[in-house]
Nanobody, 126 residues
Framework: QVQLVESGGGLVPPGGSLRLSCKAS????????LAWFRQAPGKDREFVTA????????YYADSVKGRFTMSRDNAENTVYLQMDSLKAEGTAVYYC???????????????????WGRGTQVTVSS
């Protein structure tokens, strides 16, 4: 059974930066598809970024492109989300997700992912 645990959330002023981490255990991390989603208060879960495999392209939502960077360390079974130039609308619970390799057209669909972390709260406020 795959387990995912996020960390690194907190309170940050607009324009600030945070780096989130997601540690995986019990799965085949190096060959799994990995993703980050977020859910703001009163809103649906939103796609942020995803990567099918380490050697393939990383996909970003238009809302975060150029400000967020996803990376993965297969040796440590950890995926990161570096968030720069944070905006107030970035306030949300951020979730790490994984699945056996997904086709490209499925990457943005939350219901396609079988494995989820508990989430970590990010609050952007001055």
């Amino acid at each position: 059974q795959v387990q995912l645990v996020e960390s690194g959330g907190g309170l940050v002023p607009p324009g600030g930066s945070l780096r989130l981490s997601c540690k995986a255990s019990g799965g085949t991390f190096s060959t799994d598809t990995l993703a980050w989603f977020r859910q703001a208060p009163g809103k649906d879960r939103e796609f942020v970024t995803a990567n099918r495999r380490r050697d393939e392209a990383i996909y970003y939502a238009d809302s975060v492109k150029g400000r967020f960077t996803m990376s993965r360390d297969n040796a440590e079974n950890t995926v990161y989300l570096q968030m720069d130039s944070l905006k107030a609308e970035g306030t949300a619970v951020y979730y790490c997700a994984s699945n056996r390799r997904l086709i490209i057209t499925a990457l943005r669909l939350s219901h396609m992912y079988n494995n989820w972390g508990r989430g970590t709260q990010v609050t952007v406020s001055s």
